[in-house]
């Protein structure tokens, strides 16, 4: 019976990654080639989809990370967390990321013009939230060499990042401040 960590199982989940995108990639040419009267309903919905997907990583992997800094370099368990964190990683948030930003940058065009403070904050703010991405995908790949510098304490107050930038987003899009 092959382990979820064997080469058989990354290959198989690397396949409905690729698929998943292909799906959703598809799906956004049939709606436009389609273009029916509530094509915003669909991408705004397709976006949320992706966002959702994308915060589910950036709330899981540095939890990872802390659960990771307690594992002997080497051993079984450490070997697994690097799995875990590399198929989180490409599978799930590299492909959700990039779909967020399809999406939300067309919904910005096409709905909002660009136009809004507001807009242009919560523009600012994902990408920070992408800078946070990129840290954790740095930092994956540090685990992957047994490179980790930080304490399990840092990676604590690191899963509060997505958070607080999620919220910040949220109010941003919802209330439309300014």
Known sequence: MAKQTDERPGTYARRRAHFAVLFFV???LGLFLWN????YLW???LHVIAVISWMAGLFYMPRLFIYHTDA?????QSETFKVMERRLL????NPAMMLTWIFGLYLAWSVYGFQGGWL????GLVVLLT???VFFSRAARAFERDENRHSARYWRFMNEAPTVLMIAIVILV???PF
């Not at 002997?72 to 079984?76: A, D, I, L, Q, V």
């Not at 490409?90 to 948030?93: A, D, E, G, K």
């Not at 242009?120 to 523009?123: E, M």
């Open 43 to 45: 991408i705004k919905a």
């Open 26 to 28: 598809l799906l956004g």
């Open 120 to 123: 242009h904050a919560k523009i």
């Open 72 to 76: 002997e370099p080497g051993s079984t």
């Open 36 to 39: 029916p009267d509530n094509l």
């Open 131 to 133: 800078a946070v991405h």
């Open 174 to 176: 919802v209330v439309k």
């Open 90 to 93: 490409r599978v799930i948030m």
